[in-house]
């Protein structure tokens, strides 16, 4: 049975990665770091069927022993903070856990066991201010954001690993990509669960940043499924993840309002405390690599993540009554 020891598996990739994993067999080891109260929202409906480990990545005595006592074979790296707003805030803290965390991780591989097969979870935020559109593996970084500089890093490392040690240590630059189970501080979340409180006559306006912003999102389950395939090739690569299109903030208001027949204009606020010191204004990737080496293809457009969302907040609400306050 293979074993994947995956960082961050409370978040939302981590949660779909074990679920995509435990159908394929294999036993899976999920590190968390220690809080005064557990955060396994996402992870409560198969927590019986992992492995919860204790571990952080600003440790990196805890990332040894855990490889030392679980000797997985796969370790997906997909712990950090990762909301874009708080790097700017917390740009410190932020560099510790998404760039140099990477290199704890990947430094407790080389002593433990280097035949460990690693996935780093690198993004487009890399791109930032994009010089070339669209954005491939080959596409210069010029990242706009603390978060985006610690990931340059966090790519450069895997790949020096990779180089310098023999590391099957593969890089996944993947867009933005979606859930229901994305945070509520995510703009496409945002708006889902603001919908589905108008809706239902809990709340009366959703207040937002730059409506010009655009992005090629994409639907979570099928961006984990390419992390898999990224460590089941014969050799590690680097490989962009993402659907080639592109749609702004305004377009995911105007579909998500209209699926449940409301006019997005009545409700959308512009409330300047959500720009950014410097914004990523366009996204779109070229994913040709991972189609014909990895047969990777997403599922879901566009127009059905926006609904799939909403439904999904409009179930839960009318399931819970929940009055979770609208959130930054
Ligand atoms: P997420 O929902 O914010 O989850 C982040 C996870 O990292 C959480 O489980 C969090 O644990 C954990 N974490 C944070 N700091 C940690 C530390 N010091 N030690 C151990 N664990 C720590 O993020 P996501 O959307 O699933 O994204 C997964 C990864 O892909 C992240 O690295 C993100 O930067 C990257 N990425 C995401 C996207 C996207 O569109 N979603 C695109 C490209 C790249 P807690 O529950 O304790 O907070
Ligand atoms: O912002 C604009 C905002 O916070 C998207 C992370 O997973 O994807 C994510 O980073 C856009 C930005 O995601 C609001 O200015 C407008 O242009 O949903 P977001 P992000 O910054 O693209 C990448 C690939 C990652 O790697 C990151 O980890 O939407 N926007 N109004 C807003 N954004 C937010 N959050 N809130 C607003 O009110």
Redesign the pocket.
């Known amino acids: 049975m293979p074993k994947a020891l995956i960082t961050g598996i409370t978040g939302q990739d981590g949660s779909y990665l074990a679920e995509f994993l435990l159908d394929r067999g294999y036993e899976v080891i999920g590190m968390v770091r220690r809080t005064s109260t557990t955060n396994f929202d996402r992870i409560r409906e198969f927590q019986d069927r992992i492995t919860i480990v204790q571990g952080d990545l600003l440790d990196q005595v805890s990332l040894i022993h855990l490889l030392q006592e679980h000797r997985p074979n796969e370790v997906y790296n997909l712990a950090?903070q990762?909301?874009?707003?708080t790097s700017f805030t917390q740009p410190v803290l932020t560099g510790e856990f998404t760039a140099l965390g990477v290199t704890r991780l990947l430094d407790a591989i080389r002593i433990v066991d280097r035949n460990i097969r690693f996935y780093q979870a690198s993004?487009?935020?890399m791109f930032g201010k994009v010089q070339e559109v669209p954005q491939r593996e080959t596409t210069p970084f010029y990242p706009r954001s603390p978060?985006g500089a610690a990931?340059v890093y966090g790519h450069w490392i895997t790949v020096n690993y990779r180089e310098s040690y023999g590391l099957f240590a593969c890089s996944g630059i993947?867009?933005?990509h979606e859930s229901p189970r994305r945070g509520l501080?995510?703009?496409?979340r945002?708006i889902s669960h603001a919908v589905a409180r108008i809706k239902l006559g809990m709340a009366n306006e959703v207040?937002?940043?730059?409506?010009d912003?655009r992005?090629d999102w994409g639907y979570a389950p099928d961006y984990v499924r390419a992390m898999w395939l990224m460590l089941q090739q014969d050799h590690p690569d680097d490989y962009v993840v993402a659907t080639g299109e592109t749609h702004s903030?305004r377009e995911f208001c105007q579909v998500a309002f209209d699926h449940v027949g409301l006019d997005w204009e009545k409700y959308v606020v512009v409330d300047p405390k959500?720009?950014?010191p410097a914004?990523?204004d366009l996204?779109v990737g070229d994913a040709s690599k991972a189609s014909r080496v990895l047969h990777w293809k997403p599922t879901v457009t566009f127009q059905q993540l926006v609904r799939i969302m909403v439904d999904a907040d409009l179930t839960a609400l009318q399931q819970t009554g929940n009055h979770t306050p609208q959130v930054?």
């Open positions: 950090a990762s909301f874009v707003p993004s487009s935020e978060y990931k993947l867009f933005n501080e995510f703009v496409t945002k207040r937002l940043g730059n409506l912003a992005r903030v959500f720009y950014r914004e990523v996204l930054g």
